[in-house]
């Protein structure tokens, strides 16, 4: 088990943080006892990651339960359990990416945890990590540059440019109640052959880019790329690439489209895509098609491009491509009931960062 220690870490990332106060990175711990009983939170039907962990009043003793309840391509997360460090309110500016090493859980729930105003996150040929629970905006474009990885190697990284999280050659990841805002370039790209990725009940707005998933039209080992996008809110202020796909198989499924301009989910290079139970509610004025296609050449026949039950308010449309088909194939650590898309509003209340203090439940 790797544990990040933020003061080793950051020696050549020169974080500014007014030299106070340690990153909010919680290992998950396994403590000996029963979880209490549940207890309904009035008001509020939640989805099947968030039953799995907050109906618990006792969370904070049992934070390592958060890691049995990921679902979706990433599975379950139970190789990430640990020991766990002390959590601090914060706002951190990194003067550089901050690499996160494999086998580790970014915890923020019970804290407000910000990266904003320079450099951000990034998963680099790693995996089996969660991020849970941070406010991510304001990233800013990095020179090429050496930072501290893994183990305490020194790692070469080309320019940057501006990704509040970005997954490069990552697998199994799970990216759960986090905000992201207001990045110079996207606010969540997996590239480069990463794979096995859950992103769950986060909170994107006020974006032009959004999410990409697959590095670039010429990058043929994101053939393997699987992603699940679920209870998921899109906006407001959002413009496109919520998703946008290459190559790959994308499972977009019981999230929240607040509108959009240029499109909600788009891609190139003959993706799979099923859109499953969404939410799509269009835009007061300007285009109300919810796909957007860049043909390879000249051609999207071979695409597997469709919608399953979603639900369009607004006049909101969405062109199918290609046969019906290219189902999830989850395992039985990956698999859950796809909700019906009349209740997305409900299951995506609470998405993006928890207000969670200490004497309630989140």
């Not at 194939?329 to 998405?351: G, H, I, M």
Request: proline share 4%; aromatic share 8%.
């Amino acid at each position: 088990m790797h544990i990040i220690n933020m003061a080793l870490q950051c020696i050549n990332i020169a974080i500014l943080w007014r030299f106070a106060l340690p990153l909010v990175i919680v290992m998950l711990f396994t403590p000996n006892v029963s979880l209490a009983k549940k207890t309904k939170i009035t008001g509020l039907t939640m989805n099947v990651i968030d039953r799995c962990w907050r109906w618990n009043p006792d969370w904070r003793r049992n934070r390592p339960q958060l890691a049995t309840c990921s679902v979706g391509y990433a599975g379950k997360m139970i190789n990430n359990i640990g020991r766990d460090l002390i959590q601090y309110t914060m706002r951190i500016k990194l003067e550089k990416p901050l690499l996160i090493s494999s086998f580790t859980a970014i915890d923020g729930r019970g804290a407000d945890v910000q990266i904003a105003g320079n450099a951000c996150l990034m998963i680099y040929k790693a995996s089996n990590i969660i991020i849970h629970g941070l406010r991510i905006h304001h990233c800013r474009p990095q020179p090429p540059s050496t930072v501290m990885g893994p183990d305490s190697n020194i790692v070469s990284l080309g320019q940057v440019d501006g990704d509040g999280i970005r997954l490069v050659t990552a697998s199994k990841v799970w990216l759960d109640h986090n905000t992201l805002y207001e990045c110079e370039d996207g606010l969540l790209d997996v590239t480069r052959g990463s794979t096995d990725v859950t992103i769950s009940n986060n909170w994107f707005r006020d974006q032009d880019k959004v999410m990409l998933l697959g590095h670039d039209d010429g990058y043929l080992r994101d053939k393997n790329m699987k992603v699940t996008v679920m209870y998921n809110h899109f906006g407001p202020n959002c413009n496109q690439r919520m998703p946008r796909i290459r190559f790959g198989y994308a499972h977009v499924v019981n999230n929240l489209y607040q509108g959009w301009m240029q499109y909600a989910i788009g891609g190139s290079m003959n993706p799979s895509v099923k859109s499953q139970a969404n939410l799509f509610i269009a835009p007061k004025s300007g285009n109300k098609e919810v796909t957007w296609r860049k043909s390879s050449h000249g051609k999207t026949s071979s695409w597997n491009f469709y919608s399953v039950s979603d639900v369009f308010e607004n006049g909101a449309s969405f062109i199918q491509t290609g046969a019906v088909g290219a189902k999830p194939c989850y395992n039985r650590e990956q698999v859950f009931p796809v909700a019906d898309a009349r209740t997305v509003r409900s299951l995506t209340k609470s998405a993006g960062v928890l207000r969670c203090t200490p004497r309630s439940r989140c």
